[in-house]
């Protein structure tokens, strides 16, 4: 995806996930959610670029394709799979962007969806993800219940003291304070826990 992006080659890119589909049809919620994101960054695109004559004439296409092939991809998954999340965060994204009615909606349910991921995986990077977006989509709330999501599931994970400390520099200067005094504490309690161990060794 990153170097059709970075080429702005979206038709190509789609031609392309729409003959990896014919071939197998079991790769179809994937790329159901790939062309949605296709046709996401191909919008962004056009607004930074500022090239209005597609934007206005294909907008509305690519915006219902954009949608049409997410829930399709949200259809054929569940909660607890991470193109599930990933195709309700797009179509929150969307609405967001737009500042629509079925924003609030769309936010109820990647909210729903991220809190059954949440307890059926151990991966913490889509927790992360979600909760960047959500934050840089002014969803501060929100944003802050999926950090303490990861936190949790990053301070039970076999997690390294240096990746506790970035991290913990990372909540704090992005003025998380809540989030990075947890793992602070975390930190310094585990070099305690070792200095004592090294101590009666």
């Given at each position: ?87 309700l965060?797009?179509?929150w ?34 927790l ?26 990053l ?27 947890v ?13 004592d ?5």
């Amino acid at each position: 995806t990153a170097y059709y992006a970075r080429e702005h080659s979206f038709k190509n890119y789609i031609t392309y996930l729409q003959s990896l589909t014919q071939k197998k049809k079991d790769l179809e919620p994937y790329t159901d959610y790939y062309i949605a994101l296709a046709r996401y960054l191909q919008l962004k695109y056009l607004e930074t670029e500022q090239l209005w004559d597609e934007y206005f004439t294909q907008g509305n296409n690519y915006r219902d394709e954009l949608v049409s092939h997410a829930e399709k991809s949200i259809a054929a998954t569940k909660p607890g799979e991470k193109v599930h999340v990933n195709a309700l965060l797009l179509l929150w994204k969307l609405h967001n962007d737009q500042q629509d009615t079925f924003r609030d909606k769309a936010l109820n349910d990647l909210m729903k969806a991220v809190g059954g991921y949440n307890q059926g995986s151990s991966d913490m990077s889509l927790l992360k993800s979600v909760a960047d977006d959500l934050l840089s989509g002014q969803e501060k709330t929100r944003a802050r219940e999926v950090y303490r999501m990861y936190v949790q599931k990053l301070l039970t994970g076999p997690v390294s003291n240096e990746t506790l400390r970035s991290e913990a520099d990372a909540f704090r200067d992005a003025g998380n304070l809540d989030l990075s005094e947890v793992l602070y504490d975390a930190y310094f309690e585990r070099l305690q826990k070792e200095n004592d161990v090294r101590k009666t060794a």
